[in-house]
């Protein structure tokens, strides 16, 4: 029996309300679950397995420390100081605590890396003049690509989208995004005529199907074999670390970003629920700006 049901019922009633009220992904949820077992087997070991009530911020502060002596990552660490934060914030809510244990735990400073991102022109080569099969699974690998540029979606929220999130009449598409939080978003003309040509080729080749994007085979996309393919065709083009769908969200906002978009536009766009998430493509931009003062102004 897992210490969720044995120790702590309120961890499981945590999760549910996670589950049910705020509708985090399953995945999210795991991550929770394993933070708080995690904390409260050190508990258990560590100090007689105390109440609730009776956890103090030393207790949080010992399980801190022993994780950075086994080279937990701090980013890491953060993550699960933000599990318990949030799980005391709920029992706080929810009347069974009066003050949280964490108000006095500080955690590890991390540096925030800026996003990496592919340049304009390359981007611009990618889809002006490298080739793609003209087959079914090169006219879905380029359209892909092009929609991940276009709209900065997510990997998920992109091979989720159904035939009937497109609306051609308003060239837009309605996403899912983390915690099934809908936005709507705006597509080009081009695109939206892509997309047209797109299902009505595919309604000849299949039925039954509701994704808007299938494979060669005439299944739904899958994570792995997009992620495949975005990196292949990234590796054509550019040379940074880094070569997947997440980079082409990060390219999307970035050069939105450097032509003038404004930071709340950028933040409607990737689905953020706060500008603090956005605010790291203002990089770029900042570099832009400094780079345009140093040829233009004469004390410079």
Sequence with gaps: MSITKQYHPEIQSFLDYLQFEKRYSL??????RNDLEQFFLFLVDSFDSPEI?????????????SLKSDDIS?????????????????????GKLEVSPMITVHTPKINKRLPEFVL?????????????????????????????????????????????????????????GKGNKERIVPISTEMRDSLKEYVAEKSVQIEGITNLFIDEKGKALQQRKVYTF????????????????HILRHSFATHL???????????????????ASTQVYTHNTIDKLKDIFKKAHPKA
Excluded at 27 to 32: G, L
């Design 27 to 32: 995945h999210t949820i795991e991550a929770y």
């Design 53 to 65: 009530s009776k956890i103090l911020p030393t207790f949080i502060r010992t399980w801190l420390a």
């Design 74 to 94: 701090s980013k890491s660490i953060n993550r699960k100081a933000s599990s318990l934060k949030s799980f005391f914030k709920y029992l706080m809510k929810m």
């Design 120 to 176: 304009e022109d390359d981007m611009q080569t990618l889809f002006n003049h490298i080739e793609f099969p003209d087959d079914w699974k090169g006219k879905t690998e380029r359209l892909v690509l092009l929609l991940f540029y276009s709209t900065g979606m997510r990997l998920t929220e992109l091979i989720t989208i159904k035939e009937g999130d497109v609306d051609y009449s308003k060239s837009q598409i309605k996403v899912l």
């Design 230 to 245: 975005v990196n292949q065709y990234l590796s054509t083009i550019t040379t940074i670390k880094k070569k997947s769908p």
């Design 257 to 275: 970003m450097n032509n003038g978009a404004s930071l709340n536009a950028v933040k409607e766009l990737l689905g953020h629920s706060s500008l």
